[in-house]
Nanobody, 121 residues
Framework: QLQASGGGLVQAGGSLRLSCAAS????????LGWFRQAPGKEREFVAN????????SYADSVKGRFTISRDNAKNTMYLQLNSLKPEDTAVYYC????????????????WGQGTLVTVSS
């Protein structure tokens, strides 16, 4: 089970750090990703990180502002959100993949329940 947390209400330009903790699973066995779904829109890829944490990729819309990381010893993944914009408002989901390190939803085997980030202008 994956548990996402850390969402909240923040003003534009502010920062948040999201966490994704695993229970009953060893996260080091998985490539990990963050996706988000804004109101009225489809869920979209945000960032991912490979099994060892030495490779990451980002959606163009967040590149340079968001940073994905993982701490396998703590069985936790993070997403640091800086320079937030109102268009970053969404429910953010963490996901884990046993075999793929991709940008597509179907490549992920397990999903967290989501945490809401609201950015006010």
């Amino acid at each position: 089970q994956l548990q996402a947390s850390g969402g909240g209400l923040v003003q534009a330009g502010g920062s948040l750090r999201l966490s994704c903790a695993a229970s009953g699973r060893t996260l080091s066995s998985y490539a990990l990703g963050w996706f988000r779904q804004a109101p009225g829109k489809e869920r979209e890829f945000v960032a991912n990180i490979n099994w060892s944490g030495d490779s990451t990729s980002y959606a163009d819309s967040v590149k340079g502002r968001f940073t994905i990381s993982r701490d396998n010893a703590k069985n936790t993944m993070y997403l640091q959100l800086n320079s937030l914009k109102p268009e970053d408002t969404a429910v953010y989901y963490c996901a884990a993949s046993l075999t793929r390190w991709g940008h597509l939803e179907y490549e992920y085997d397990y999903w967290g329940q989501g945490t809401l980030v609201t950015v006010s202008s």
